[in-house]
């Protein structure tokens, strides 16, 4: 049997025992097929709330990292262009999801731990497949009868901006998909990018980082995710099976120069974020292993030494102070590594250590707020 038919088949196979038959797939400029009375109201609401996420308070608004995310989508489903509008919402969770009128939200925790463009495509295709086909729509008609719709309502009703994340995450939430949705949402968004040659390897690392992390914290933030979605080491697994196939050899583009110049320029708000969710252990997974990337090494070195002050355990001061000493040993060292070098050393006691890094700081930045307190600390010693 030859290779790319055995691939077919066993998509197939998979998407046999999981694929919905209620209703038909979405089509272009669908807004303008709507004939079910159902989904025009759901589409009603869904409009409501889009027009709270454009004006809320934790929206990302920039235009370079709008224009590379919507190119990126347009690329992935070129039929639905237009039809799709992705909203990026300042949040250190790990999520993304898709409503039923074309309206995707991205969490800015999902591009932290992202880390290429072929493991971002991967999450932008899987939720793209749930507006494919059209899975918000089932499970709204089993919704829409219950007191947790009707609290929707209610907050719709507030029509605040700054409640918009709040209400689309009660939608999302009472809406959730399926196991056999998920299943289904993560094959076809596994065609749509090794379509397009990405690392077939992309979705399953997803959840490999994922589990990583989860594991290891003892109040998990992603937890919620797993009460609908397949569990981690299940979709691991079946999407690890499927970048196996021998035809996929060359889908091993990963897109990384594009991703790391659309997302370095943000990435420290959404570390420090990462940080202010004071789960130490998890960040400590996650920085690590974004430190072996081959992008922004000075920007992570800098977030785990900071995770190391801030946690203050046995061991961290000096953690810290070697993450510090990475990044001042770089050439492209920022002052502030210099300072807070300095402050570690000092509180080591290691005093002509630290006046040698309060020497450099201020060398490079003599005009910095905190140069008359950096200067009193080098005269004291």
Same mark, same amino acid.
């Given at each position: ?200 390897? +992309?979705? !399953? $690392?997803?959840? %490999?980082?994922?589990?990583?992390? *989860? ?8 937890? #919620? &995710? ?93 953690? +810290?102070? !070697? $993450?510090?000493? %990475?990044?001042?040993?770089?050439? *492209? ?8 070098? #300095? &402050? ?38």
């Amino acid at each position: 049997m030859r290779p790319l038919f055995c691939f077919a088949l066993s998509l197939a196979l998979l998407l046999g025992g999981c694929a919905s038959t209620k209703v038909q797939d979405v089509t272009t400029n669908h807004r303008e097929q709507l004939q079910d009375d159902d989904e025009a109201g759901l589409w009603a609401q869904m409009d409501r709330i889009e027009a709270l996420l454009k004006d809320a308070p934790e929206r990302v608004s920039n235009p370079e990292l709008q224009a590379y995310l919507d190119e990126l989508k347009c690329r992935i489903a070129p039929d639905l262009c237009a039809d799709l509008r992705l909203y990026v919402m300042r949040s250190a969770s790990f999520n993304a999801f898709m409503t039923p009128s074309g309206v995707m939200v991205v969490y800015t925790g999902l591009l932290l731990r992202c880390e290429d463009e072929a493991q971002l495509a991967s999450v932008i295709g899987h939720e793209i497949a749930h507006y494919r086909r059209r899975h918000t729509l089932e499970n709204w008609r089993k919704a829409k009868n219950t007191s947790g719709w009707l609290t929707v309502i209610g907050m719709l009703g507030s029509g605040t901006a700054a409640g918009a994340v709040a209400t689309i995450g009660a939608y999302v939430n009472l809406a959730s998909f399926s196991r056999e949705q998920e299943r289904e949402a993560d094959v076809l968004g596994f065609q749509s990018i090794v379509k397009l040659d990405y690392a077939a390897q +992309a979705p !399953s $690392a997803i959840w %490999r980082n994922v589990l990583a992390e *989860e594991r290891l914290n003892p109040k998990p933030f992603l937890s #919620g &995710l797993f009460a609908s979605h397949p569990a981690p080491p299940e979709r691991e697994r079946y999407l690890q099976e499927m970048a196996l196939a021998p035809e996929l050899e060359r889908a091993k583009n990963r897109g990384i120069a594009p991703f790391a110049k659309a997302v370095l320029p943000h990435r420290q708000t959404w570390l420090d974020d990462e940080l202010a969710r004071r789960a130490y252990r998890q960040s400590e997974v996650l920085f690590a292993r974004l430190a072996k990337l081959d992008y922004g090494q000075n920007q992570i070195a800098m977030a785990q030494a900071e995770l190391y002050r801030k946690r203050d355990q046995v061991g961290d001061l000096d953690r +810290a102070i !070697s $993450a510090y000493q %990475r990044v001042t040993r770089s050439a *492209e060292a920022p002052p502030l590594a210099f300072r807070d070098l #300095g &402050l570690a050393l000092r509180k080591q006691g290691r005093l002509p250590a630290a006046n040698a890094a309060f020497t450099e700081y201020l060398k490079r930045s003599p005009a910095a707020s905190d140069a008359a307190m950096i200067r009193s600390y080098l005269n004291a010693n």
